[in-house]
């Protein structure tokens, strides 16, 4: 059974930090690109980051670039986002993505809230 399971989001102030889990299992982790992504209320789902586990290549959007960095661990199946500068508009429910090379196979897991106070 597939799982991805996103952590570690939480409250915190305007320019403060947290840091995202995301722990997968059921799939060959090292062969797939892991994605994070975000939906604020009323705002369409966001694409911030990604890393491929393959190749070690990564993906930031403008939005989270150099405050936000991603990192894998493959021996432990994880992939973290570390959010540091973090200002009001960074508040959404933020979830993780596994993407196969083919794209074939594309796997969500249940989100978690981060919110951000000013």
């Known amino acids: 059974e597939v799982q991805l399971q996103a952590s570690g989001g939480g409250l915190v102030q305007t320019g403060g930090s947290l840091r995202l889990s995301c722990t997968a299992s059921g799939f060959t982790f090292d062969d797939y690109a892991i994605g994070w992504f975000r939906q604020a209320p009323g705002k369409e789902r966001e694409g911030i980051s990604a890393?491929?586990?393959?190749?070690?290549?990564?993906f930031y959007s403008d939005s989270v670039k150099g405050r936000f960095t991603i990192t894998s661990d493959n021996a432990k199946s994880t992939v973290y986002l570390q959010m540091n500068a973090m200002k009001p508009e960074d508040t959404a429910v933020y979830y993780c993505?596994?993407?196969?090379?083919?794209?074939?196979?594309?796997?969500w897991g249940p989100g978690t809230l981060v919110t951000v106070s000013s």
């Open positions: 890393i491929s586990n393959k190749d070690g290549s990564t």
């Open positions: 993505n596994a993407v196969d090379p083919s794209r074939t196979y594309d796997y």
